[in-house]
């Protein structure tokens, strides 16, 4: 029985021991019974969570532009052991993390519609929801707003990313980015 649980389970989408395990779990499967079966999936190769986190990563970042952040919460809600994560989400270095928030804010650009503060705060925000850094966020928003008219790039220019990042990391921001008081 328990081991039918943990196939159906991976046949719909590779899963980590901590899920297949909540799985049994829920289905009144014993803790012992559980264990053996697991421990028997993890000799053969059925259940790595390593190799699931760098597919996780690998395919959430380059699928939904994920940034560490979301990507390290994300796997620690599947379960995945904190030193599996953090080799997993060292591949992802902070030059293609940039590169990807850039790529996200050009496409989202093309669309956008306002004045550039405004316009500015939406890219911003939907970063920082994505789980970039405020210091990548604003940069990469900066740069693309910089090179997509002279009123935006006037605008640009105004923004010091450096300080709007340290007021972020200080709680001195209000949810629009702008600073507080």
């Excluded at 943990?6 to 499967?29: D, F, N, S």
């Excluded at 379960?79 to 293609?96: H, I, P, R």
């Excluded at 405020?134 to 707003?145: H, N, Q, S, T, W």
Aim: charged share 35%.
């Amino acid at each position: 029985m328990a081991r039918e649980i943990c196939l159906r389970q991976l046949a719909v989408r590779p899963r980590t021991r901590a899920e297949l395990a909540g799985a049994l779990a829920k289905r009144g499967i014993s803790d012992e019974v559980s264990a053996q079966v697991l421990d028997r999936y993890d000799e053969v190769g059925i259940i790595d969570d390593a190799a699931f986190a760098r597919a996780w990563v690998s395919s959430r970042h380059a699928g939904r532009g994920l940034a560490r952040r979301a990507l390290a919460n994300e796997l620690r809600q599947r379960g995945v052991d904190g030193d599996v994560a953090s080799e997993a989400l060292g591949e992802l270095d902070e030059e293609t993390e940039a590169e990807t928030a850039r790529a996200l804010v050009d496409r989202k650009l093309r669309s956008a519609r306002g004045e550039p503060d405004a316009v500015f705060r939406r890219l911003v925000g939907m970063l920082a929801r994505k789980g970039y850094p405020p210091g990548v966020a604003i940069r990469a928003v900066k740069d693309a707003l910089a090179a997509q008219s002279a009123e935006a790039a006037e605008f640009a220019e105004q923004i010091d990313a450096d300080a709007l990042a340290d007021a972020d990391a200080e709680g001195e921001l209000d949810r629009d980015n702008r600073p507080l008081g």
